[in-house]
């Protein structure tokens, strides 16, 4: 007899939304029962014209903005709540935090995008990182998209020649591709040090002393970040580029071969036919790793729309008791992504 699948609920049909919702549709183990959102953005329009390969469920108690433009709708969002094991909330920062007031109430568990206070959950969590700490939790936060991908890269070294310490510098994009809300800009701007992604990863590996900083670029096509690592192994250039080539989450791209910086990687997302150009794992550059001493230095494409998905869904996992392991857990999420 064929097992059950876990039924999961999206609330919020926006830049991480939509892409939660897909890569849970390509679980075969999981059901996306459905989405929420509370108007006919263009994102829940374009949806619309598909067809509706989701249910949608309108997230407020006024559907008439809904109605009005034609989007067809299943329910309420307790409609939603009533059908579901767990919901993946990708609200903008502060909703999640009153959302789960109503997710406690229905006995639903729920996880929280990195944009959310760290206090809404009970694991700040990471698949790769701390898998087991999320198993049987009833909340979990995830990481912001560049800590994911930083997380993902420093617990490759880390598992297998240990981590004392971390430098980074994050060329991070303004904005989504799409949104207008940070106006039009000529300019770099610095942040105060340390970057909260150094101090989120201390967080999760606190055995590793990190320290960072941060420059906002006038680019909407992913983050870029410098990595100065010290392990507590002495590590050669060729063997930390077979650890990045062996990761099912990390591709290994050359300058050589034209992949120059973050566009080349977006482009070339979209040329695999990936939907809306999206790439699940993050890029190391094989001509920006580099030796200094005990250090070893690289360079990372971060790509900010779609990172978090394989850890989303990791966090499915890891609350529900589907897999009690990180080696299990991820690695039914990289098969059903299409990972390597």
Partial sequence: MEKEKIKV??????VIGQRLADGVAKQGDMELVGIADVAPTLSVRALA???????????????????????????????????????????????GAKNKELYQKYNVKAIFQGGEK????????????????????????????????????????????????????????????GDYHRGLTNALQVDKAPSHQAEDLMSIMPHVDATGILVHTPVTHGHIITVVATPKEDITKDQLL???????????????????GNASLFRYARDLGNMRGDMYEIAVWEETIVKSGKDIMFAINIPQEAVVIPETIDGIRAALNMQITREEGTSLTNKYLGMK
């Fill in 49 to 95: 014209e598909r067809g509706m390969p989701y249910d949608l469920y309108c997230s407020i108690d006024d559907t008439s903005a809904l109605e009005k433009a034609g989007i067809p709708i299943k329910g309420k969002l307790v409609d939603l709540l009533e059908k579901v094991d767990i919901v993946l909330d990708a609200t903008g920062a502060g909703i």
């Fill in 118 to 177: 760290n206090e809404v959950a009970d694991v700040f969590f990471h698949g790769y990182a701390n898998f087991e700490k999320g198993v049987g939790s009833d909340f979990l936060k995830l990481t912001s998209c560049n800590t994911t991908g930083l997380i993902r890269a420093a617990e490759c070294i880390d598992s297998k020649v240990g981590l004392e310490k971390l430098a980074i510098t994050i060329i991070r994009r303004v904005a989504d591709p």
């Fill in 9 to 14: 609920g999206v609330v919020g049909y926006g």
């Fill in 242 to 260: 077979e650890l990045f080539q062996n990761h099912p989450r990390i591709r290994v791209v050359r300058l050589e071969d034209g992949f120059l």
